[in-house]
């Protein structure tokens, strides 16, 4: 409002009781016990009312200094050991085959792959899209550089 400058707007009254008779509003004053009772659960000071501006007042809140947590930022996946616990029971005998080639050919593509196991393109494809969800196997590069190689955790850019 233009006399009140520095605050949002002053109560109306008849307003509010309308609106407590009506069921939008249980009931009056407890606003600023609420608040108190809040800021003291979050650990806060209790806030400080300005009452010397004729019919508004201003509330004051004193937040509490943040506290520094550390954080840890290693990878609890990776392990110095490339996938020591790779369960090779749960795995097919053409994908432990094909592991077994990424593992010795860091960075092999697939087309050396398939000449290597003598199996059809898509059926080496979905092999490698199986060990790629299991995320033993990522492949690494631009698809007319990169190639396969054993998934270590932490990507390398």
């Known amino acids: 409002p233009e006399n009140f400058p520095n605050v949002s707007d002053y109560r109306n009254l008849v ?24 800021l003291k659960d979050n650990g806060n000071e209790p806030a400080v009312f300005d009452l ?9 809140v004193k937040e509490k200094p943040i ?32 592991y077994s080639i990424i593992q010795e050919n ?23 899209k199986k060990l790629r969800e299991k995320g033993l196997i990522e492949y690494v590069g631009s698809l007319k550089t990169g190639g396969y190689q054993i998934f270590v955790g932490n990507k390398t850019s």
Request: charged share 25%.
């Open 15 to 38: 307003l509010a009781e309308s609106m407590r008779v009506m069921g939008f509003v249980n009931r009056f004053n407890r606003g600023i016990e609420t608040a108190q009772l809040d």
């Open 52 to 60: 010397e501006t004729l019919g508004v007042f201003g509330v004051i």
């Open 67 to 98: 506290e520094k947590i550390p954080a840890d930022f290693s990878n609890p996946w990776k392990s110095d050991n490339v996938n020591s616990s790779v369960n090779f029971y749960d795995l097919s005998e053409i994908e432990k085959n094909i």
């Open 106 to 128: 860091q960075g092999i593509k697939s087309v050396e792959i398939i000449k290597l196991i003598n199996k059809p393109p898509r059926t080496i494809e979905r092999y490698l």
